[in-house]
């Protein structure tokens, strides 16, 4: 199984094979087809959705059953990347801490040492990989070669990486923001502008619940309700009332936010994946999605050695400071329209 580079990464235009009689068709115009189609699926998803966590994908501490060894354990989950492509993780992934610890550059590690922690971010990043083999035509150098092979096909597959950051300064710098959070007041020239507009129910257990129903992977009611909280909309509107926001201004403010194209890069940025957000390290594929930040108690070593790490100490990460792509369904049930029947 090989990795190869996805075509639509940096999105391309949306170029189709334009077909006719009796036209010669290669490898080529079949890969402009297969382009085509994935290219504008992705472009709508991140659009419309933008990019996060749809569902799972939640970063736990675990030990080996067989060892008891100390794991990242990453539970099964689908994400939406920066391309809008869809990253489908089907079973549990493990990542052993003290093995990785062990073979990353000491420098490295030394430099991502903020606080008394070394800083440890994790990412789901979309890769295609090939798979089987099928005889095919002999190409390049050895025109006549009678055993010439190719991959089958391509498996839309992920890595999980372990990623230190050195370019911080202390553990709660260049966490992910959110883009539709930018004040939590006001005014009637704001409402116009589309400046200092807050979109989002800020610190409430509503909004708590509703990241957890996406880790966790359910939006049952048994996940969503949340003690004290009573449902239905008028829960939303006292929010929003308490961030100083009338009726009007609660219209203008997304409508303002849609039109200055605060919701993607497709109308700033056509065909690219537009500015990074600041969760990417320097040289790390910004196209990946960011999970969650795990903080390493250690100590400086001198003589070029890695800090000395105290793995017992290792608290369990947040998985709730990532961006999240909430499902319509679960928003629904936020707002207080339910969909069949309540489980017993």
């Given amino acids: 199984m090989a990795n190869g580079k996805d075509a639509l990464n940096p999105p391309s235009p949306p170029n189709r094979v334009?077909?006719?009689?009796?036209?010669?068709?290669?490898?080529?115009?079949?890969?402009?087809e297969q382009d085509y189609h994935r290219g504008r699926l992705a472009r709508v998803l991140v659009q419309l959705f933008g990019t996060g966590t749809v569902s799972g994908l939640n970063v736990t501490l675990g030990?080996?059953?067989?060892?008891?060894?100390?794991?990242?354990?990453?539970?099964?989950?689908?994400?939406?990347?920066?391309?809008?492509?869809?990253?489908?993780?089907?079973?549990?992934?493990?990542?052993?801490?003290?093995?990785?610890?062990?073979?990353?550059d000491p420098s490295t590690l030394s430099m991502a040492l903020h606080g008394g922690?070394?800083?440890?971010?994790?990412?789901?990043?979309?890769?295609?990989?090939?798979?089987?083999?099928?005889?095919?035509?002999?190409?390049?150098?050895?025109?006549?070669?009678?055993?010439a092979f190719s991959p089958n096909r391509w498996l839309d597959s992920f890595t999980m990486a372990l990623v230190p950051r050195t370019d911080i300064t202390n553990a709660?710098?260049?966490?992910?923001?959110?883009?539709?959070?930018?004040?939590?007041?006001?005014?009637?020239?704001?409402?116009?502008?589309?400046s200092n507009i807050s979109l989002a129910v800020k610190d409430s257990s509503l909004f708590v619940a509703g990241q957890q129903a996406v880790i966790d992977g359910t939006g049952n009611r048994e996940q969503f309700n949340v003690t004290g909280v009573p449902d239905g909309a008028h829960v939303v509107a006292d929010k929003l009332n308490s961030a100083h926001l009338s009726g009007s201004l609660v219209q203008a403010a997304p409508k303002q936010s849609l039109l200055a194209a605060n919701s993607?890069?497709?109308?700033?940025?056509?065909?690219?994946?537009?500015?990074a957000g600041v969760e990417y390290p320097p040289g790390f594929d910004n196209s990946g999605v960011f999970l969650a930040r795990i903080l390493i108690p250690a100590t400086a070593s001198g003589g070029g050695q890695?800090?000395?790490?105290?793995?017992?100490?290792?608290?369990?990460p947040d998985s709730s400071q990532r961006l999240f792509v909430f499902p319509a369904a679960l928003v629904a049930r936020w707002i207080g329209l339910t969909s069949g029947t309540e489980g017993s």
Avoid at 18 to 32: C, E, I, K, W
Avoid at 81 to 102: F, H, M, Q, S
Avoid at 306 to 316: E, G, L, M, N, T
């Fill in 18 to 32: 334009f077909y006719s009689t009796g036209r010669m068709l290669g490898v080529g115009d079949f890969q402009a």
């Fill in 63 to 104: 030990t080996d059953p067989g060892d008891g060894s100390l794991e990242v354990q990453v539970s099964p989950g689908m994400a939406i990347d920066r391309v809008g492509r869809v990253i489908e993780v089907p079973r549990t992934v493990c990542i052993r801490l003290k093995n990785w610890y062990a073979q990353v």
């Fill in 117 to 147: 922690n070394v800083v440890v971010d994790v990412f789901a990043t979309f890769i295609p990989c090939t798979r089987g083999a099928t005889p095919c035509f002999a190409s390049q150098d050895d025109y006549d070669a009678t055993d």
């Fill in 172 to 194: 709660s710098q260049k966490l992910p923001q959110d883009p539709w959070s930018i004040g939590s007041t006001v005014t009637t020239a704001d409402a116009a502008s589309g």
């Fill in 264 to 275: 993607g890069a497709a109308a700033t940025a056509p065909f690219t994946l537009g500015p």
């Fill in 306 to 316: 890695a800090p000395a790490a105290q793995f017992d100490q290792v608290k369990s």
